[in-house]
């Protein structure tokens, strides 16, 4: 019979350090995203208090970040939860929770030209209309919306991604890196341009540009139900935007899935996990203050709800973005365009580092013999898995084409897919509660740290229990009916199937080589080699 590998070896190098993998996980959560914290947070939860939002997210990610951390240390090999699940439950499993996973995560590439058209191409040329007076520029940022510019910004990001992703993983590293370190400095320029305009200076640029009045913004908001003043920091609203909120920390677990690329293995991971959602809720707490204090927290709220109700008193050309409101602390054209060009490279970073990936994961499958093994081939002169960075990239265009032209059912699925994601977070919360007891020879064989017990019980498991919660209450608020739309028909429809049709190709993967010898049952008993 043939053996169970594609090879005694991936192939993969180990030539990222933490600070790689950080750069990796930040730039796949998006520091910069946080300019559209507080329009997208109150927009749809107008009692929840923006600032404290992303502390309940973080709370509510730990105990998953703990899960994957010690799994990526008990069990270090391309492919993260996918290896986990299979070895300890069955083949069927890893490969169905992995496949959704990976399939819901690449839709986020798809629609990266939506973001940037809507929430930064449009709003610089709508910025740079007002500030100059030329109202060419301001019509052009409504005309520059459509299907067509979306979806050819989204097909070249996502071909210059793929292209840096198969030439290096290590510049590919480096440019994720370096580009988290820019991100805390166009970050820190940000908050002191806010700081020096004042809450007074944003009202008199306001008046002068936006063609309307910021006290009657205000008592517009408040009449469509915006709050008036700050909302408590500890409600049910703020909760549930919290656990909302918790989809921008999504990436979290990115260093899990390239786990036997990564030097000093223990320590990366929990560095690059635990430090990586740790540096983002610092982040996000210091900009949304910054933004919500800086404009006023009255307006700010009025400001979401004014953009979420549609109302046609709203005095903005898209969501009211950080990024794209920053000329009215200042109307200069340098710092405006920097703060909405840094959206277009966050949407880029992002791409580049799901590709990145998520291309270990297919390479995984193919690793196993679950998918074509030619996709676990290496290129020697780049040392990449250029064909299964091909395959993640064909997939992320047919994401985009989808988005942009609103492909039936597809579209309506991706509104609500992160619930999907949770969902698979579930599985695999359940697998970190039974590893101990059920693969008790992996779990005696992995690092110490990994098999710590607390009063007797494995730490893992305990986190796992805590994940079950974390992940049950984010599904719960993603589908609350605040937030609106066909959850139950897109569960029906939508999530449900994925997880089919990756049990699906499992088995007829599995029939297959089983007609060539190949037992894929046998993937259950042991790891796969590094």
């Given at each position: ?10 192939g ?12 990796v ?7 910069l995203?946080?300019?559209?914290a507080i ?31 010690l799994?990526s ?111 805390w ?16 200076g944003f ?5 002068a ?38 989809l ?5 677990n ?12 223990v ?31 009255s ?8 953009w ?29 365009t ?27 499958w ?5 998918a ?61 509660v039974?590893?101990?007891?059920r ?5 005696d ?6 098999k710590?017990?607390?009063?007797g ?26 937030i ?28 297959i ?6 037992n894929?049952?046998?993937?259950q ?6």
């Amino acid at each position: 019979m043939s053996k169970t590998f594609v090879r005694d070896a991936t192939g993969l190098t180990k030539q990222l350090s933490g600070w790689d993998a950080l750069g990796v996980i930040l730039s796949g959560i998006g520091l910069l995203f946080v300019f559209n914290a507080i329009g997208l947070t109150v927009g749809i939860y107008p009692k929840a208090n923006p600032v404290v939002t992303p502390v309940f997210g973080y709370l509510l990610v730990l105990p998953l970040a703990a899960v994957y951390v010690l799994f990526s240390i008990a069990m270090p090999r391309t492919g993260g939860d996918y290896i986990w699940t299979s070895r300890i439950f069955h083949p069927i499993v890893g490969f169905t929770i992995n496949f959704t996973i990976t399939l819901i995560s690449l839709s986020f590439v798809g629609s990266i030209g939506t973001a940037v058209v809507s929430w930064a191409v449009s709003e610089e040329l709508y910025d740079l209309g007002k500030i100059y007076g030329n109202s060419g520029l301001v019509n052009e940022a409504v005309a520059v919306q459509t299907p067509s510019t979306e979806f050819w910004l989204a097909v070249v990001f996502i071909i210059v991604a793929a292209l840096l992703v198969a030439s290096s993983t290590k510049w590919t590293a480096k440019f994720l890196r370096y580009w988290t370190y820019l991100s805390w400095v166009i970050g820190a320029i940000f908050i002191v341009t806010v700081i020096s305009a004042g809450t007074s200076g944003f009202i008199s640029h306001f008046n002068a540009l936006s063609g309307s009045n910021y006290t009657g913004i205000i008592s517009a908001g408040l009449q469509a139900g915006a709050y008036n003043g700050m909302p408590p920091a500890l409600s049910y609203d703020t909760l549930y935007a919290g656990a909302l909120g918790l989809l921008g920390y999504l990436a979290f677990n990115y260093s899990a899935y390239f786990a036997s690329e990564v030097k000093q293995n223990v320590r990366s991971q929990i560095f690059a996990q635990f430090g990586g959602v740790s540096i983002f809720v610092v982040f996000s707490v210091i900009m949304i203050a910054t933004m919500y204090f800086g404009e006023g927290v009255s307006f700010a709220n009025s400001m979401a709800v004014l953009w979420g109700t549609g109302s046609p008193s709203y005095p903005y050309v898209n969501l009211p973005m950080g990024s794209g409101l920053s000329m009215f602390w200042a109307p200069n054209p340098i710092l405006v365009t920097l703060f909405n060009g840094s959206f277009i490279v966050a949407s880029f970073a992002l791409g580049v580092s799901i590709l990145f990936t998520l291309s270990r994961n297919i390479f995984a499958w193919s690793f196993d013999r679950v998918a074509p093994v030619a996709l676990a081939d290496v290129n020697p002169r780049t040392g990449t898995p250029l064909k299964s960075i091909f395959v993640m990239s064909v997939i992320a265009l047919f994401y985009a084409y989808v988005t942009n032209y609103q492909f039936g059912m597809l579209a309506e699925i991706f509104s609500y897919g992160t619930a999907g994601i949770f969902l698979a977070f579930i599985v695999v919360c359940l697998a970190a509660v039974i590893f101990p007891f059920r693969r008790k020879d992996l779990f005696d064989s992995a690092p110490d740290i990994a098999k710590k017990r607390i009063g007797g019980v494995p730490l893992i498991s305990i986190c796992g229990v805590l994940g079950l919660i974390s992940s049950s209450i984010v599904i719960y608020a993603i589908i609350l009916p605040s937030i609106g739309g066909p959850f139950a028909k897109v569960l029906v429809e939508g999530i449900i199937p994925t997880f089919i049709i990756g049990a699906v190709l499992y088995a007829v993967s599995y029939a297959i080589r089983r007609h060539q010898g190949i037992n894929l049952n046998l993937i259950q008993k042991e790891i796969p080699p590094e």
